[in-house]
C-alpha cells in the first residue's frame, strides 16, 4: 500500500493494535497467554483483540457471580480453576450476558453478541483441552444459541440517487459559515459516498486509503482487505469522476499535518480522515433521506452488492468484488434477491387467458 518510504495507515494502525493486545493480556492468567500465541498465524490482530475482550469478560463474571472465585483476580485464575466448571456454570453466564454491570456500567448482549462469545470461550477451553492440559470442557455440552436471520438494510436506487443529490447540492440554501464548512467538504463528501456506492469497499478500506493508491490509469484503488490482503478493485466513470474532482480541486488546497501527506482522504483537522467521522457523515446525511432505515457504511455497501447482483446476477463476482473469502456468505446475504425472482416468477405464467 502506498510508498515504500512511509508508515501506511495500515502498519501504523496494526501496530497499535499489536501493544493494545499486549496491554490487554497482562491482566491475563499467565497460561492464556499460550492461546493467544497459538492464533496468531492463523487470525488477524483485530480478530485476537476480539477474543481478548469476550475472554476478559468470561473472566470478569467468574469474579463477580462465581462464589468459587469471589477473592481471585483474574491474574490468579489458573487451569485447574477452569477444569472444575461445569455446564451449569457455563449456562449462568449465558444468561448473565443478556444484562450485567460492571465498574458502575451497564452492559447488554443479543443474541448474537451471546453466540460470539460462547464461541471464543469454546476456542479457548478446546485448545488447552487438544493440549491435554484440562480434561474436562463444559463449553461442548452446552448449545449455542439459535440465531435468527436479519433483514438486510441496504438503500433503494431511488434512496441512492436522493442521497447523492443530497450530498451534492444540499449547500444551496445555506448561509455564512454552515455553506462554507458545507463547500469545503462538498467534494469530499461526494468522493466517499460515491466510492461507497460504487465499489462497496468497507469503511476501514476508505480510511486506509493513500493518494498513491489510486490509479486513473486503469480505474482502480489498491485496498487492504481485512487480513491485510492487498487488492485492486476498479471503479466506472462516476467514481473516477468523483475522485478526480475531490483530488484535483479540493485536496490540493489542504495542506496536511506532518505525517499525513499521503492520505487520501482528510479531516476538517487537516489528518487523515477517521472511521468514526465517516460513520457520522454518513448517518448525518442517511437520516435525511430515510427515518426508517438505520443507514452505515456497511449498508452502504451492502446496497452496493445488491445493485451489483441484479445487474449481473453473478453471486462469485459478487463476493469477489466485496472480498467475502467463503462465497456462502454472500450467497446468505443475497438469498433474498433470489426470493424477489421467485417471487415473480409465480405471477409470469397465466393459465386461464382471457
Known amino acids: 500500500m502506498g510508498t515504500s518510504n512511509h508508515q501506511t495507515y495500515h502498519q501504523n494502525k496494526n501496530a497499535y493494535n499489536v501493544s493494545k493486545l499486549r496491554k490487554l493480556l497482562q491482566e491475563f492468567p499467565p497460561f492464556s497467554k499460550d492461546f493467544f500465541r497459538a492464533l496468531e ?18 473472566f470478569r463474571y467468574l469474579l463477580a457471580a462465581n462464589p468459587a472465585f469471589s477473592n481471585k483476580e483474574i491474574a490468579k485464575i489458573t487451569l485447574h480453576d477452569l477444569d472444575c466448571l461445569e455446564p451449569v456454570d457455563i449456562e449462568e453466564y449465558l444468561e448473565y450476558l443478556k444484562y450485567y454491570e460492571y465498574n458502575g456500567k451497564t452492559f447488554s448482549n443479543d443474541e448474537r453478541g451471546i ?6 470461550l469454546r476456542k479457548f477451553y478446546l485448545y488447552f483441552q487438544k493440549r491435554e492440559r484440562i480434561s474436562n470442557n463444559p463449553t461442548t455440552v452446552v448449545d449455542m444459541p439459535k440465531l435468527h436471520d436479519r433483514e438486510i438494510i441496504r438503500l433503494d436506487s431511488g434512496e441512492v ?11 444551496d440554501h445555506l448561509t455564512g459559515r454552515k455553506k462554507s464548512f ?25 480510511v486506509g486509503l493513500d493518494i498513491e493508491d489510486v490509479d486513473f490509469r486503469e ?20 467514481v473516477k469522476k468523483a475522485l478526480k474532482d475531490y483530488i484535483e480541486i479540493s485536496r490540493v488546497q489542504i495542506q496536511p499535518l506532518e505525517g499525513h501527506e499521503h492520505a487520501l482522504f482528510y479531516s476538517i483537522q487537516r ?19 430515510t427515518n426508517f432505515k438505520h443507514i452505515t457504511p456497511h449498508k452502504l455497501r451492502s446496497t452496493y452488492g445488491t445493485a451489483l447482483y441484479r445487474e449481473t446476477g453473478d453471486i462469485y463476482l459478487v463476493a469477489e468484488v466485496l472480498g467475502h473469502n467463503d462465497v456462502n456468505t454472500t450467497r446468505k446475504h443475497y438469498a433474498a434477491l433470489d426470493d424477489d425472482k421467485k417471487r415473480s416468477a409465480a405471477s409470469a405464467v397465466t393459465l386461464h387467458k382471457s
Not at 480478530?47 to 475472554?55: N, P, Q, S
Not at 458545507?182 to 476508505?206: D, M, P, Q, W
Open 115 to 120: 453466540h460470539r462469545k460462547l464461541a471464543s
Open 41 to 58: 498465524p492463523t487470525s488477524s490482530i483485530n480478530t485476537r483483540i476480539g477474543y481478548a475482550y469476550d475472554i476478559r469478560t468470561f
Open 182 to 206: 458545507f463547500e469545503k467538504n462538498k467534494y469530499r463528501n461526494i468522493a466517499i459516498f460515491t466510492l461507497f456506492l460504487g465499489t462497496g469497499i468497507r469503511v476501514s478500506e476508505c
Open 161 to 171: 440517487s436522493e442521497l447523492l443529490e443530497l450530498v451534492e447540492h444540499a449547500g
Open 271 to 289: 489528518r487523515r480522515i477517521s472511521v468514526q467521522a465517516i460513520e457520522n457523515l454518513v448517518a448525518e446525511y442517511a437520516s435525511q433521506i
Open 219 to 238: 480505474n482502480r484503488i489498491r485496498i487492504m482487505r481485512k487480513g491485510g490482503k492487498e487488492e485492486y478493485v476498479y471503479f466506472g466513470t462516476e
